[in-house]
């Protein structure tokens, strides 16, 4: 009998480890089933630049699969019984249901409101196409000197800030931040940061926390009135609820914990990775929400779902990061170093390089998603057992040889 793995999500942990599990394992002893709404990839790390108005390569899944053994079915995931082991999904033909062996949860995430007051309601978001989308059509009917505040002054916020105001020098474009601009960075990735934004003409708001929108304005926590005809939402991710709806053992925003091999800490049967899972990385801090650990993430949980079934050796390659790949609209870029568990260091890269290393990540993330064995050849074992159905196994020590890099 073949052992049926379903991968939730088609993102780039998803479709990684899709990919890397088929060329893992022998194609008459497993059965691996991708399910994903969309029929194709989504570059999220470039929903900022689809926003203003660029258009991306489009990356059908079933072109990305085609060949590799890997099922795809385009339906929505409406829930997980991981008791019974059964996936509810709605396609085209109604609702139905999936069993599994082996789960791999990877659904991402979306834009997160954090409930502040109008923000549903007046603000748009990039974590998702149809957001991206929306904003780039709104923005193309704006005049002259109308102004765009973007919310949120992290990497994505950066990012979209200066994107959108590269793309339209005739707006009105500012930034509101939380805390001092680019206030984790190091002072030569600060300064930088301070002075694309000055030529750009972006204003920047700091110490402003956005405790309200409207139609034509944000309000901060201290009583300031930003004008916006557009507010654009970038304040972090939030996990969809379907994880938190189950018996799995979840944090209090319903991302699944796990161990180091990405398994599951209450279900051994199911791998949680992408921005979905809640994994420690270096000195015991939390992987942030990013492709770049989404990444290694998948690799992880490919190689420990595989080694586990066919009895070979448990992957223990430390997930660890090296920089922080931010751009700065097309033409400029700051790469910050960082160090094994994500803190600055006093390093940077800048300028025209920056933007065209930064550039280089996102078309090696891309290539990633479709070469899940990063070129190596396709080593497929023959399954020799079933998961051990023990809850709470101990991990691997976080160390080894070797690291799995972590790049955004
Ligand atoms: C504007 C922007 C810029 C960013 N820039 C960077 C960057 O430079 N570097 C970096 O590392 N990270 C960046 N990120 C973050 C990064 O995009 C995410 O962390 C990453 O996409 C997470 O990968 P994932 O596979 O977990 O989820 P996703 O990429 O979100 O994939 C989830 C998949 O699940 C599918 N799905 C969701 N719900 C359902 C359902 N109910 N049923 C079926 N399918 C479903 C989705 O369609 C999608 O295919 C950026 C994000 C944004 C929005």
């Known amino acids: 009998m073949q052992h049926r793995i379903i991968v ?39 929903m900022h630049q689809l926003a203003a108005g660029q258009d991306l390569k489009p990356r059908p899944l079933n072109e990305m699969f085609a060949g590799t053994g890997v099922e795809l079915r385009l339906a929505k995931v409406d829930g997980v019984d991981v008791d019974r082991k059964i996936v509810a999904a709605t ?29 549903a309601e007046h603000a748009y978001q990039i974590a998702s196409r149809p957001g991206a989308l929306r904003l780039r059509e709104r923005l193309a009917r704006l005049d002259a000197g109308q102004a765009v505040v973007v919310v949120g002054g992290g990497l994505t916020g950066l990012e979209a800030a200066t994107e959108l105001a590269e793309a339209r020098p005739d707006l009105d474009v500012a930034l509101a931040a939380h805390g001092g601009l680019g206030d984790w960075l190091s002072p030569k990735g600060r300064q930088h940061l301070r002075k694309v934004f000055g030529q750009l003409g972006i204003t920047v708001h700091e110490q402003a926390a956005v405790a309200g929108v409207e139609a034509d304005r944000v309000v901060t926590d201290d009583g300031r009135a930003i ?40 279900h051994p049967d199911v791998y949680a990775i992408g921005d979905a899972a809640f994994a420690m990385g270096r000195g015991g801090k939390p992987l942030r929400m990013s492709c770049a650990s989404g990444t290694p993430m998948a690799w992880q949980a490919a190689d420990a779902i595989a080694a586990r079934l066919t009895g070979g050796k448990l992957p223990n390659a430390p997930l660890r990061y090296f920089n922080q790949c931010i751009s700065l609209g097309r033409k400029e870029g700051l790469i910050q170093y960082v160090t094994a568990d994500d803190r600055a260091v006093p390093a940077v890269l800048t300028g025209r390089l920056a933007a065209a290393y930064k550039e ?49």
Request: proline content about 6%; aromatic content about 6%.
């Open 360 to 408: 280089l990540v996102c078309k090696g993330a891309a290539w990633g998603v479709a070469n899940p064995m990063l070129g190596l050849p396709a080593r497929r074992r023959r399954v020799t057992r079933q998961p051990a159905p023990a809850a709470r196994q101990p991990a691997p020590a976080v160390r080894g040889p070797e690291s799995r890099s972590v790049r955004r």
């Open 227 to 266: 004008a916006a005809a557009v507010t654009v939402w970038a304040t972090g991710f939030a996990v969809h609820p379907i994880a938190k709806a189950t018996t799995l053992e979840v944090t209090g925003t319903g991302r699944i914990v796990v161990d180091a091999t990405m398994r599951s800490v209450s």
């Open 8 to 46: 939730l999500g088609a993102g780039y942990a998803g479709a990684i480890a899709a990919g890397r599990l088929a060329r893992r394992l022998r194609r008459e002893d497993v059965a691996i089933t991708v399910v994903n709404a969309e029929p194709d990839f989504v570059e999220r790390v470039r």
């Open 91 to 119: 396609d085209d033909n109604g609702a139905g249901e999936l069993a599994y062996d082996t789960l791999v949860y990877a659904l991402g995430s979306g834009w997160n409101s954090r409930g502040v007051p109008g923000a």
